[in-house]
């Protein structure tokens, strides 16, 4: 959301940089960057000047926009480089729902082969087809942040109105799981509301995909204290 103010646009690489979109894909290897290429920026926002690319237990070194490393205030390759793999959602559908609907976790215990009563329906259906974003679902109020595309296709293209593809299962039955951002050869399809969401929870064959670690802090009374603090300046639930 921050990200969204400050650049006044849904189209993050024409912003900020392709990110490592363009690299040339040879099918058989992990191709992303090694971590820190962008360490010289601290928390500002920007490109590295170079980055380290790994393959084959082999390196070398690019320099120009598409394959070197972006920033977001410190976020190293928010998109681009590696898919990453979201805990605490998922999208399950019945093959009456579109693409799926997706559900939010309501705490840390996170399940990827079956719905359970801690994961709740944003409100809406994702797209049910690939395609360039034409526009985002919108369903439960609690859940108006998700910002996940519901409609693909139409007039929307690498520009506008989002500028990002997503992926989905036609007509979903089952549970899938949700990867983020796209890879490093996905060209103007990458960016921050790239969605994959039609990964099988039991599938490994990823050499692409990613994780990030979370940290999660302990709510004591002073974390309580603040959050209730930030709650009320914000009027939430007021």
């Keep these: 959301m921050l990200e969204l103010v400050e650049f006044g646009t849904l189209n993050g690489q024409s912003a900020l940089g392709k990110g490592i979109s363009n690299i040339t894909t ?14 010289s920026l601290g928390n500002a926002s920007g490109s590295a000047e170079s980055t380290t690319i790994e393959t084959n237990n082999s390196t070398y070194t690019e320099t120009e926009d598409g394959k070197v490393s972006i920033s977001y205030r410190g976020f190293e390759n928010p998109w681009g480089n ?15 729902v579109n693409g799926g609907i997706p559900y939010i976790c309501n705490d840390y215990n996170y399940a990827y082969t079956t719905l359970t009563n801690n994961y709740e329906s944003a409100g ?9 974003v034409a526009a985002f679902g919108y369903g439960a109020v609690k859940y108006d942040w998700l910002l996940m595309p519901a409609e693909v296709g139409g007039t929307a293209n690498s520009s506008l109105p989002v500028g990002d593809n997503g992926w989905f299962d036609v007509n979903l039955s089952g549970i899938r799981m949700v990867a983020h951002g796209g890879s490093w050869s996905f060209e103007d399809s990458n960016g921050p509301f790239y969605y994959a969401c039609d990964k099988q929870p039991n599938d490994t064959n990823y050499k ?7 940290f999660i802090p302990t709510k004591n009374a002073a974390y309580n204290a603040n959050i209730a603090k930030w709650q ?6 007021g």
Excluded at 124 to 132: M, T
Excluded at 208 to 214: E, P
Excluded at 232 to 237: D, F, P, R, V, Y
């Design 208 to 214: 692409s995909y990613g994780a990030r670690l979370m």
């Design 26 to 39: 040879n099918g058989n290897y992990n191709q992303s960057a090694l971590t820190g290429a962008t360490s």
């Design 232 to 237: 009320t300046e914000m009027n939430i639930g």
């Design 124 to 132: 809406f259906s994702l797209a049910n087809a690939n395609g360039w």
């Design 82 to 96: 590696t898919w990453t793999m979201l805990g605490g959602i998922m999208v399950s559908g019945n093959s009456a």
